[in-house]
Every structure is written in structure tokens, then in C-alpha cells.
């Protein structure tokens, strides 16, 4: 079965200050994976998605994820981060086939200090 | 519509009662989802629906938990004799095709006292 790591909780981050947030996952062939953001009291954003091609992946608001099989880590990152990134952020893993749920990580929680 | 519309945005609701939770997907999404947040948790998959194929139910955890999607569009997800540990908030996405990448709502937070 697929699943999904996200081995930080918590982090902390200054205004301006480079971002990477870590994602594991597990699963036995290529997977579809994303970056979801939730502000509090919202729904969660898309922020980007791998599907195949190119491994370093754009999304919006200056955010970038990069696929390493490797390691099979996608981690999230921006090179300067804004008090408005504060937020909480989801990994997920997706299957190809079957019943096409994504599998979410529990969550890393960004704070941003002036 | 513009995107996926969820209702009521909160609910409360005492012990035993129960509850409906309305989805109005993304006009022409074929793929709905309903997940669970409980508070500090990640999200737990309930169902799936896709165009007219059977229900993937298996994330459902209980048989107090049912839901339907009528026309192929709008859902909604009943909760029978509700429990404490029913408190969540109830997330509903929709998605255009095969692949997963969904649109989320803002979901419904239940309380359930």
C-alpha cells in the first residue's frame, strides 16, 4: 500500500528565509504526487503536482517540488518565504490505477517569523 | 460552479442525531471524494465516486456512514447516531479525469456534542 511521510511537524522560518519541507513516500511504481496547502478555516490549495517529465517541478505562489526516485522523496521548497506562506502543507501520493485516492501525509506546519 | 461548494460550513449537533453533509462538485468533474480530518490529524479517505461506476466505499468507517451522489453531480454524506469521535471536518474534491489532482472544498466542520 502507498503512503506518505512527512517527517516534520513543526517548522520555523524567518521572513525571507529559504523553505524545504520533506516528503517520503512509498509505493511500487511511479507515483502521481502533490503538494497541497491549507490556510486555517480553509480547504486545501493545489500547489503543485508530478506526473512524469521533468522532476523539478514548478507551482504557484514561487514554490517548487523536485521528484527524486532515489530517495523517493518530493520535497517541497521556495527560496524566500512570506508571512503569508504561513500555513499548514500536505504531501500525497496518488495511485495510477485502482481507486485513484491520493494518500495524505499528516501535515507540516509553517510558521514565519518577522 | 467556480469550485466545490460545501454546506453547511459547520454543524453542530448532538449526540445520536443525524447529520447530512451536502457536496456540490465542480461542473463536468466526473471523480468525487469525501475525506475525514479529525483536528491535528492528516486526511483519512472515506469514498469515491466516478461517473456512474459503483462507490468506493472502503474508507468508510463505520456502517453509520453512507453517502450517495445523485445525477452524477451533487453528494451528500450521511452520518446516522452520531458519535464524538464523529467530530471532524468533512472534506469533499472533485476532478476532471482518470488521473488524481483534486479541487478541494472548505469543508464542513462537525461537532458533535
Known amino acids: 500500500a502507498q503512503s506518505v511521510t512527512q517527517p516534520d511537524i513543526h517548522i520555523t522560518v524567518s521572513e525571507g528565509a529559504s523553505l524545504e519541507l520533506r516528503c517520503n513516500y512509498s509505493y511500487g511504481a511511479t507515483p502521481y504526487l502533490f503538494w497541497y496547502v491549507q490556510s486555517p478555516g480553509q480547504g486545501l490549495q493545489l500547489l503543485l503536482k508530478y506526473f512524469s517529465g521533468d522532476t523539478l517541478v514548478q507551482g504557484i505562489k514561487g514554490f517548487e517540488a523536485e521528484f527524486k526516485r532515489s530517495q523517493s522523496s518530493f520535497n517541497l521548497r521556495k527560496p524566500s518565504v512570506h508571512w503569508s506562506d504561513a500555513a499548514e502543507y500536505f504531501c500525497?501520493?496518488?495511485?495510477?490505477?485502482?481507486?485513484?485516492?491520493?494518500?495524505f501525509g499528516s501535515g507540516t506546519r509553517l510558521q514565519v517569523q518577522p | 460552479g467556480a469550485g466545490v461548494s460545501q454546506s453547511p460550513s459547520n454543524k453542530v449537533t448532538e449526540k445520536g442525531k443525524d447529520v447530512e453533509l451536502r457536496c456540490d462538485p465542480i461542473s463536468g468533474h466526473t471523480a468525487l471524494y469525501w475525506y475525514r480530518q479529525s483536528l491535528g490529524q492528516g486526511l483519512e479517505f472515506l469514498i469515491y465516486f466516478q461517473g456512474n461506476s459503483a462507490p468506493d466505499k472502503s474508507g468508510l468507517p463505520s456502517d453509520r456512514f453512507s453517502a450517495e451522489r445523485t445525477g452524477g453531480s451533487v453528494s451528500t454524506l450521511t452520518i446516522q447516531r452520531t458519535q464524538q469521535e464523529d467530530s471532524a471536518v468533512y472534506l469533499c474534491?472533485?476532478?476532471?479525469?482518470?488521473?488524481?489532482?483534486?479541487?478541494f472544498g472548505s469543508g464542513t466542520r462537525l461537532t458533535v456534542v
Open positions: 500525497a501520493v496518488g495511485a495510477g490505477t485502482g481507486r485513484r485516492a491520493l494518500t
Open positions: 474534491a472533485s476532478s476532471t479525469d482518470q488521473r488524481p489532482g483534486y479541487t
